[in-house]
């Protein structure tokens, strides 16, 4: 008896690295959205009173507005007597947006330049050239350069995160359109006086989405490491807004009198950025037959 064939959201959901990725990406979104009601107080909220107090301290916290109530410091407070719990709530808002926003930047940008690069033989010679420069520089350097260059905002965050991704999701995209653009279907196409554009988008765009999503989660999950590593560095986001990098660089400091300043952020940032690879990998397994089976021999 033959075996059941099985949908792609059932044979997504049977594969274990993306049931586990799944669940844990959408807790920290769930964390992310809903932080203005499960957040305490505000992030930026401070009381000298509560300086460097160890997790759940409880006491009358005077508020921004003037007022005073009565507050349980869950995670403790930092050394300006900000509410831990808070503020790595919301700076998981920050860092998903960051993470979110570079890997769509990446792909739209590398996306369409690795296709006029693997459809055009012209353009292929020198925008390839272009792509190796661009790889040859630490995208770590090439990042802080763009953000010391641009300023530092959340949109020039994204954007310096991105441009050293471009090259790697351009080269991938180019690879499957050297192959896609000889296949009998393309072919076809071409003979019927089908337009270029309509050729790339309705034919050989589809059948690079698989490949160009899993490399998506991949820049997602770079793209929020990176962006706490420039915070940490101080050369990321304003220390005004809340970040996990930023939380774990202002705790650095005084890490061996009060570790769980740095620790606390570090254990949702390390979850995160797992969680994102885990999903890449599954979807990589899935979507990818010719791989899975590699996998099993």
Partial sequence: MAAPVLT??????????VRFGS??????????????????VEPGAMDSNYINKAALTSGPFAMPDGQTVMHTFWLGTDSFGRDMYSRVIYGA?????????TALLALGLGGVLGMLAGYFRQVDAVLMRVMDGL????????????VASLGAHVATVVV???IPEVPRVTRLVRSLVLG????????????????????????ILPNAM??????????????????AVLSFLGLGLPADI??????????????????????????????????????????????????????RT
Avoid at 272 to 294: C, M
Wanted: charged letters at 10%.
């Fill in 180 to 203: 896609l653009r000889e296949e009998p279907f393309v072919e076809a196409a071409r003979a019927l006086a089908t337009p270029t554009p309509q050729i790339l988008w309705r034919h």
């Fill in 93 to 101: 808002r920050v860092s998903l947006l960051v993470g979110a926003g």
């Fill in 135 to 146: 790889m040859a520089i630490p995208a770590v350097l090439l990042a802080i350069a763009l």
């Fill in 242 to 295: 809340p970040t996990w990098g930023n939380i774990m660089a202002e705790g650095r400091v005084q890490f061996s009198q009060y570790p769980g300043q740095v620790l606390w952020p570090a254990l949702f940032l390390i979850p995160t950025v797992l969680a994102i690879n885990l999903l890449g990998d599954g979807l990589r397994d899935v979507l990818d037959p010719k791989f899975a089976q590699r996998g």
């Fill in 23 to 40: 669940w844990v990406l959408g807790l920290m979104l769930l964390l992310a959205l809903a932080a203005p009601w499960l957040g305490t």
């Fill in 210 to 227: 698989a490949p160009l999503l899993v490399q998506g989660t991949f820049v997602a999950a770079a793209a929020v490491l990176t962006e």
């Fill in 160 to 162: 310096a995160i991105a």
């Fill in 8 to 17: 792609l959201k059932q044979r997504l959901w049977a594969n274990g690295a």
